[in-house]
Structure formats: structure tokens, C-alpha cells
């Protein structure tokens, strides 16, 4: 069973996030996996902003459901409500299907080069470690899930690293560019 949300400190948001500079492609290195992410790999989100919209930010959830490349592919198209300054939050709420509005709290991120981010659920029970490119850094992952722990009270038991494999092919076929995944990340397939 879960501890209660009551029994966690409140769970802090960044203190700003730069609407604007969120969007754009994050590729889910590391996940506390909701039921639709136990098994899934090369899962990407991509966030759009709308303007004069009933939601603000649409939300296009990516991914194998099993193996990369080769199991099929799934998806969970999201809508995304920033909460206060629509501008500069990092409180959200998302919603998978109406009527639903889940908690969405960016509680780390790069506030330099929006290159990783981390989305926290009240209740400790849900996360996502998120980075621009689908490989990152050791030092930089050890260092998010060191701050999981210390920081936001929560256990990494359950966390798993969400397999990332791409070919040049499935980069296309994705309609991702070179510059989200470089070449350098490209694996072959024989």
C-alpha cells in the first residue's frame, strides 16, 4: 500500500518554468510508472502551447509497449492546464481522458538550457525523470535520483530506466530531427 499524500511534506514545484521553453520534445529516461509504463521504451512526449484554448498545453505521449523497435506502438494524447501564471509555472494539471485532472508538479529543472526536467506526483507514487535527448548523462541521473530521495521524500523503489533505442530509421519514421536525437545516439540494427 502507498503512504497517504498527508503524511509527505507538501511537494514543491520549481519555483518558475518558462511555459514557452518547456515545450518541445522530452524523451522519459527513468519512471515510478503509472499501469500504462511498466513495460513500455523509447516512450517521448511532446508538448505544444495553444493559444485560446479550453487547455493550454497539448500533450502527445509516444511509445513502444514492449521492446524498442520492434513490439507496436502506443500512445496517450494529453491535455495540460498550467495552474497560475500561464506564463512561468511549474504547478500543471493533465488530463488523460475527461473528466480526469491529475497533478503534474515539474519539481526539478534545468533552469539554463531546459535540457532535463523532473515531474513529481503528490503522493510519491508517480514519476518522470525527463531529458531533451534520449541518453543522458550518468553523473546528471545519479544526481535527480539522489534528489528524489533527499529532496522530495520519495522512495526509488519501483523506478525503472525506460529503454531508449534508435535507429536512424525509427528517428524518421518518428519524424524526430538530428538535433533531438544526434547521430551519436543512433544504434544498428542487424
Not at 534528489?147 to 533505442?165: A, F, I, M, N, T
Request: charged share 25%.
Amino acid at each position: 500500500m502507498g503512504q497517504s499524500t498527508s503524511s509527505f511534506a507538501p511537494m514543491q514545484c520549481v519555483p518558475k518554468c518558462d511555459t514557452a521553453r518547456f515545450m518541445g520534445s522530452w524523451f522519459v529516461i527513468a519512471v515510478k510508472p503509472t499501469m500504462l509504463e511498466t513495460t513500455n521504451s523509447n516512450a517521448v512526449e511532446r508538448y505544444t502551447w495553444l493559444e485560446n484554448n479550453s487547455h493550454d498545453i497539448d500533450i502527445d505521449f509516444h511509445f513502444n509497449t514492449k521492446e524498442p523497435l520492434t513490439s507496436k506502438m502506443g500512445s496517450l494524447p494529453q491535455k495540460g492546464y498550467v495552474l497560475g501564471d500561464k506564463k512561468n509555472s511549474g504547478d500543471w494539471k493533465v488530463s488523460p481522458f475527461w473528466p480526469i485532472k491529475m497533478p503534474y508538479k515539474i519539481i526539478e529543472l534545468d533552469d539554463q538550457d531546459y535540457m532535463y526536467t523532473v515531474v513529481g506526483f503528490p503522493n510519491r507514487r508517480y514519476c518522470w525523470i525527463m531529458y531533451r535527448h534520449p541518453q543522458m548523462p550518468e553523473d546528471l541521473y545519479d544526481m535527480l535520483t539522489k534528489r528524489l530521495v533527499e529532496k522530495h521524500q520519495y522512495s526509488l523503489d519501483g523506478l525503472r530506466k525506460v529503454p531508449q533505442v534508435w535507429t536512424r530509421e525509427e528517428r524518421e519514421k518518428r519524424g524526430f530531427t538530428s538535433q533531438e536525437i544526434p547521430d551519436s545516439m543512433l544504434t544498428t540494427v542487424n
